[in-house]
């Protein structure tokens, strides 16, 4: 099937892209602002959790309760979601109902109510949902291990922490708003079935007179300990561990992706045969790649019992280090297969093409092509790996564990 | 989209649904066993199996098992649950004869002990780690407090005694009751030419023996007891009810679905109003699980230990105002429009079609399109649910609860 990208820019420069698809029903859209963790004033983690809940209490002329009520009868399936960088709303419905969501969603990013008595119930979630990381200490040890890696402000949980989120103010979270919605800076996306055309057009009358703050993304500081450990009286001992790599924009991308597969693409691989298969150590292990615009890292997790708690990570952190001594034909081709494969798998699903077109935009100022993205898959070659590998060798890692003694690095 | 059947004189059956403009297709295979089939020497035989499949044949080992499936690009996995174990995967469907013949393969497996002692250890893990997750923990000590010495009761994962008690025998002995070919579904749904697919599953499993691989089946209205469990090391509050419903053969599952919909979903619902929405507890759920022969209705809420006797307040008196006045037609209609808008999503790709295609024919041996389940829906009238909240109160429930604080008397 050819690939076709819609793209229009509005007069405030908010960006909107779309991706038709064939054969559905549905239609996924997507805004990402820069409203993200890093962005908010210092004292103000977790913001981001209490704006997103409180945006959806009533928008334009409707109440949160009649708000609520119609995003339900439309068949709304909405999600949001707060990096270091960026705050995203997202919606999947049925393709009619479109221009009707677009309207709702226009009022809930641009004239929410914020209104004071429900304020206190989404700081309130926001510090439940904090309060109960404790009983998920799987979670938990993602968030540990990215505040030590990450350079401040963008190491900040997005779950926020707990003096922040008690002394946060209806007020401050408002500026926030104000601030960091910068529409000169927003990307729309949306792909599924729609007519382009429409929604531009809407999008126009709603969008392009609102200008832009001049948000700017604020400079890195200094990064954490290299280990951290908190104690808890658990059956499992849960070990995040984080090592630097290039971005998404670094012209080996697609080097560092194949390393991640071979490392724990699929069941055939290191990661999973040595750690799990051939030791029986864990349950649960596996590492993906996660980018900023700046920073970049390969993040892992695995959960063990105490007693085997530090083979596992000595396993772990070996798996990553021996990766230079090289890998066999069979591995990198297992690797290209299994990430043409996700790629199409992904093509299949509206909100997962509206996400990642707004995040290539994002990431690269363009959007590729699924053509384009397999013909860089398979230029990946066994010298191009071994070259990167050669420069980028996981000397450095940053771990974090929960459980009930620390280990060793 | 066109449907196709065929069963082997053995008993197996194959069932595929042709979309030809889908870009992957999925397949997997459906076997009726669970650990509702177990009895407590064995208990989490089921799972530790489903394990021990893809530890591979008498031809291929799990080294070779995994390559195979990493080397066509293969998104796959299995899960086992109370009544099935369900083995699946998607691929480019020029992939599909690989997968299938795989997945075939895999159905003989050749149950090393050496293999089967390594695996313990994961088994073993994996118990641990729901240990840490409390959101898991209380569902599955609900369960056993609901259904007391039903089987629907039972551990999927089995305890650490069971584990660690259970021979390879016991797991051979199992497979050859429960892996029989008239016990298994195999399914495939996308891009694919069903007469292939048919022939290439008769040519490996066609002369698998068939056994008798009954299930007992008695109704069961729960025990309706309460249980307070004192975890010091919590930090939340986390409750579990659950309540009896129909089951999957009864066609009022469609209505029981809704329900969950109208009291427990996580936007709209009397649950999100009376108790997320003011921010008393950050979740609170409700759903329908429709099993065979027997049904529940699973609710689970997560909130701190000073809001409990609020929460148990609360919800008490939505029960009590769900049976004293019904639902309301607009909480009807967001009910429907919110499953039918999930339904039309989830069956846009293969992987999300292949599970409701393949448990519709294990629970009923029919064939329904998506359209079947769209109109099924759109029937229901609000009597329909009214009726339902008449004949299974949610107000009768079992529940299991967990948290830091001791409780001499049951909240709920």
Same mark, same amino acid.
């Not at chain 1, 004239?111 to 914020?114: E, Q």
């Not at chain 2, 003989?108 to 149950?111: A, C, F, N, Q, V």
């Given at each position: 099937m050819k690939e076709r990208l819609d793209s229009h820019r509005l007069s405030n420069g908010m960006v909107i892209l779309g991706e038709p698809m064939a054969d559905v029903e549905s239609a996924s859209f997507y805004f990402l602002v820069p409203a993200g963790n890093a962005h908010y004033p210092e004292g103000c983690s977790g913001a981001g959790q209490i704006i997103s809940d409180w945006l959806f209490r009533g928008a334009g002329s409707r109440d949160s309760r009649t708000l609520i009520d119609i995003l339900d009868e439309l068949g709304i399936h909405r999600n949001s979601s707060i990096t270091a960088e960026n705050l995203s709303v997202s919606a999947s419905l049925e393709s009619a109902n479109l221009p009707a969501a677009l309207d709702l969603y226009a009022d809930i990013l641009t004239?929410? !109510? !914020?209104e004071d008595d429900q304020f206190e119930p989404s700081r309130q979630l926001a510090i439940h949902e904090l309060a109960g990381l404790d009983d998920d200490p799987q979670h938990k040890v993602r968030l540990l291990v990215t505040e030590q890696f990450y350079p401040a402000p963008y190491n900040r949980p997005t779950e926020g922490k707990k003096d922040d989120l008690e002394n946060m103010t209806a007020d401050v979270c408002r500026r926030i708003i104000q601030r960091q919605f910068d529409w000169s800076q927003c990307i729309f996306s949306i792909a599924g079935k729609y007519d382009f055309p429409a929604i531009c057009a809407l999008l126009e009358k709603r969008f392009a007179h609102l200008s832009g703050t001049g948000v700017e993304r604020p400079a890195a500081g200094s990064s954490g300990q290299q280990y951290t450990h908190e104690a808890n009286e658990g059956a499992q001992v849960h070990i995040g561990l984080m090592t630097r790599v290039p971005t998404i924009q670094d012209s080996r991308y697609y080097e560092i992706m194949a390393a991640v597969s071979i490392l724990s693409g699929g069941m055939s691989s290191r990661l999973f045969t040595e750690v799990r298969e051939k030791r029986g150590l864990c349950y649960a292990v596996g590492a993906r790649y996660q980018s900023l615009k700046d920073h970049a890292a390969i993040s892992c997790y695995a959960g063990t019992t105490p007693e085997q708690a530090q083979e596992t990570l000595d396993v772990t952190v070996e798996q990553f280090r021996r990766l230079r001594e090289g890998f066999s034909d069979e591995e990198l081709h297992r690797a290209q297969i299994g990430l043409k494969s996700t790629l199409i798998m992904q093509s299949e699903s509206s909100a997962a093409r509206a996400a990642g077109v707004a995040g290539d935009y994002y990431y690269l100022g363009k959007v590729r092509t699924l053509q384009e993205i397999r013909q860089k898959i398979d230029s990946v070659s066994r010298s191009s790996l071994l070259a990167f590998l050669n420069d980028n060798p996981f000397d450095d890692f940053t771990v974090a564990t929960i459980g009930p003694k620390p280990i060793q690095l | 989209m066109i449907f196709k059947h065929r069963q082997l004189e053995n008993g197996l059956t194959i069932i595929g649904e042709n979309h @030809?403009?889908?870009q992957t297709t999925a397949m997997g295979f459906f076997v =009726? #066993?669970? %650990? =509702?089939?177990? #009895?407590p020497e064995i208990s989490g035989v089921s799972h530790f199996l489903e394990h021990m499949i893809f530890k591979g044949t008498d031809t291929l080992n799990w080294q070779q098992v995994n390559e195979a499936f990493d080397g066509i690009g293969a998104k796959f996995n299995a899960f086992t649950a109370e009544e099935n174990t369900v083995y699946y995967a998607a691929v480019l469907p020029e992939f599909l004869p690989d997968v299938a013949r795989l997945w075939s393969q895999l159905m =003989? @497996? %050749?149950?090393r002990e050496d293999d089967f002692n390594i695996e313990k250890n994961v088994i073993l893990q994996e118990i641990a780690m729901y240990k840490d997750m409390p959101q898991f923990d209380v569902l599955d000590q609900a369960r056993a407090l609901h259904f007391g010495s039903h089987p629907c009761g039972n551990s999927t994962l089995g305890t650490e005694q069971t584990i660690g008690d259970l021979k390879v025998e016991q797991m051979r002995d199992y497979f050859s009751r429960r892996y029989a070919p008239n016990n298994l579904v195999a399914a495939c749904c996308g891009n694919l030419d069903f007469d292939r697919f048919c022939e290439l599953i008769e040519s490996i499993c066609g002369h698998w023996k068939p056994a008798q691989a009954d299930r007992s089946l008695s109704v069961f209205e729960g025990t309706r007891q309460r249980k307070h469990i004192q975890k010091e090391t919590l930090a939340r509050h986390h409750i579990c009810l659950i309540s009896p419903m129909v089951s999957m053969q009864d066609p009022r599952r469609f209505a029981a679905s809704l329900l969950g919909m109208i009291i427990g979903d996580d936007s709209g619902s009397r649950y999100f109003w009376s108790l997320v929405d003011p921010a008393i507890a950050e979740a609170a759920s409700m759903q329908a699980e429709t099993m065979d022969g027997i049904g529940a209705m699973y609710s689970y809420i997560c909130c701190e230990p000073a809001a409990a006797p609020k929460v148990a307040d609360i919800i008490k008196g939505i029960f009590s105002d769900l049976s004293r006045n019904g639902i309301q037609e607009k909480e009807l209609t967001a009910a429907k429009n919110k499953v039918l808008s999930a339904m039309t999503l989830k069956s846009e790709q293969p992987m999300g079609r292949i599970f409701g295609l393949g448990f519709n024919w294990v629970y009923s041996r029919l064939y329904r399109t998506l359209a079947d389940d769209i109109a099924a829906v759109r029937a229901i009238t609000v009597d329909d649910v009214n009726q339902l909240i008449a004949e299974f109160p949610p107000g009768l429930y079992s529940c299991l609860s967990m948290g830091p604080d001791a409780q001499e008397n049951p909240l709920f």
């Open positions: 004239t929410p !109510l !914020l | @030809p403009h889908a =009726r #066993t669970g %650990s =509702r089939d177990e #009895t =003989r @497996p %050749s149950l």
